[in-house]
């Protein structure tokens, strides 16, 4: 009995599916990003896959005419439920472990659990192109290398422990349930409330406590709901995380917008001290209107006489005039004078050099007069 090819599967060096060749149709290649399947490219038509990490939004098919975009609606495990086009709208529903009757020959890529079908047989390629889940017979067409001392556990041809209501393989060597995938989302969520109130500059204020909080609760919930997949209690857990971790991320960004809001205010405030500082130090140097000024000297009338207790004394004292302990100085030092008499005034130009606040010299030349104890400078 002669066989026939109906398809070739090429596989690229990480062991992904990289290319199919079906008879009698045109190769297609699969391209990826990040361990996910982002392009498919058949002949001149090229499908287009948008998501944002497991959650699938969208896919585009575009050929060299025309371009059109496809609205992907899916439940909690990725399924494909329903698609929203420019000209239609079209609702699919699988058997429990995925069977679809057009599921290899439907336009859209992907299928149950976000899964691509292939096209010959319409078996969903887990893992990339790694191992044939055949959805009428519910099992793998081929035994999981990591079993049975691995996660792939004891029944090597099994899917999802026979619950794919609860669970999915999208490795095609072990389960990863629902529930998981919230609690990670739960945990993920505290662990950023916590971040966002620790960043905060208050963060002893309410909000960063209700964050520290409800954040350490829906981690350690999310870690016994890991720790208990498929069970009641796993599921409660679950949910409780994920409630924990909005919670912690809601509190944890209330948080962090007070403290940075308190922040600006208190920067706000410093500034008006200082500003209040300065125009108090630059009032010191303004003068004071308030009071008048003192009225100049005038010269006496003509025919003025002082009396005796008017009268002028010497402009200038003697030496001899002067206290006792002035004329010794201090104890155990040299005055640093020498008396000379009144007859023996000298007055003498001399040349002053003055700075102030670091600015340039200023040369001033004064009349110095010197007496006895007491040196009289007259500015020229």
Not at 103 to 124: Q, S, W
Not at 285 to 295: D, K, L
Request: charged share 15%; net charge positive.
């Amino acid at each position: 009995m002669k066989k026939a090819l109906l398809c070739h599967y090429d596989y690229d060096p990480l062991d992904r599916l990289a290319g199919l060749l079906p008879h009698p149709q045109a190769p297609r290649q699969r391209f990826y990003r990040q361990n996910r399947l982002a392009t498919d490219i058949q002949g001149d038509v090229r499908h287009t896959i948008l998501q944002h990490g497991d959650q699938l939004l969208a896919q585009q098919r575009s050929d060299s005419t025309s371009t059109a975009s496809t609205l992907l609606a899916t439940d909690t495990q990725h399924s494909v439920l329903h698609t929203v086009g420019s000209s239609e709208q079209r609702a699919m529903a699988y058997s429990p472990y995925g069977h679809h009757p057009t599921a290899g020959a439907n336009e859209h890529l992907l299928a149950f659990n976000g899964e691509c079908a292939d096209p010959v047989t319409g078996h969903y390629l887990l893992g990339n192109g790694y191992r044939a889940f055949n959805p009428v017979l519910m099992r793998f067409n081929s035994p999981d290398s990591w079993s049975p001392f691995g996660k792939g556990g004891i029944n090597c041809y099994s899917y999802c422990l026979n619950n794919p209501i609860n669970y999915r393989d999208p490795s095609g060597h072990f389960i990863a349930s629902g529930n998981t995938l919230l609690a990670v989302q739960g945990i993920s969520s505290s662990m950023g409330g916590i971040a966002l109130a620790l960043s905060s500059p208050a963060r002893t204020s309410g909000p960063a406590l209700a964050a520290y909080f409800s954040g350490a609760l829906g981690v350690l919930c999310g870690g016994v709901a890991a720790r208990l997949p498929g069970t009641r209690l796993g599921a409660i857990m679950a949910g409780t995380s994920a409630t924990l971790g909005a919670i912690s991320m809601t509190t944890g960004a209330r948080a962090s917008r007070q403290g940075f809001r308190g922040l600006s205010s208190r920067a706000s405030l410093s500034s008006l001290d200082e500003m209040e500082g300065a125009l108090n130090d630059s009032s010191r140097f303004i003068p004071n209107r308030n009071f008048e000024p003192s009225p100049p000297y005038l010269p006496p009338r003509p025919g003025f006489q002082f009396s005796s207790q008017h009268s002028r004394q010497s402009s200038l004292p003697t030496f001899e005039s002067l206290p006792l302990e002035i004329q010794r100085g201090p104890r155990g030092k040299v005055p640093e004078y020498t008396p000379i008499s009144q007859a023996q005034e000298v007055t003498t130009p001399r040349k002053v050099t003055v700075r102030i606040n670091n600015l340039p010299e200023v040369h001033r030349y004064t009349e110095v007069a010197e007496t006895g104890a007491r040196i009289r400078e007259t500015q020229l």
